[in-house]
């Protein structure tokens, strides 16, 4: 359901801009796969920077921003904080602190949710 970034750093010692640079290349490399859709979501964007933090812009297909209830919003939120901390694919994302940020519009542009997910979101694994 999610594109996840293949990157790592090998210095034991690194900045948040090593970090930011490390990001820009590989969403470099996956934006050619953009967009990527399912039944339910469209992932059109994928930014890197500043710093830590790795930014998904997701199409939410089948609401609109007025329809969804706030159980919707904190199950997308479970969800994502789940992926993030137990999908394998998003490890160096919390090895390394990235905070990854999903920011969820309905199909006519409106916001509907943002949802920041970062290594403190996850327990000792």
């Not at 830590?52 to 994502?80: D, N």
Request: proline share 4%; aromatic share 12%; hydrophobic share 40%.
């Amino acid at each position: 359901l999610f594109l996840s970034l293949a990157f790592s750093i090998s210095a034991l010692a690194y900045t948040d801009k090593d970090v930011e640079n490390e990001l820009v290349k590989s969403v470099k490399d996956m934006s050619v796969n953009l967009p990527y859709e399912t039944s339910e979501v469209k992932i059109y964007s994928m930014v890197a920077g500043p710093g830590r933090l790795l930014t998904y812009g997701v199409i939410i297909k089948k609401y609109s921003a007025t329809s969804i209830s706030s159980a919707w919003k904190a199950q997308r939120r479970a969800m994502l904080v789940n992926s993030y901390c137990s999908n394998p694919s998003f490890k160096p994302f919390w090895k390394d602190s990235v905070t990854v940020s999903w920011h969820d519009y309905d199909s006519n542009g409106a916001i509907v949710l943002i949802t920041d997910v970062s290594p403190k979101d996850c327990k000792v694994r």
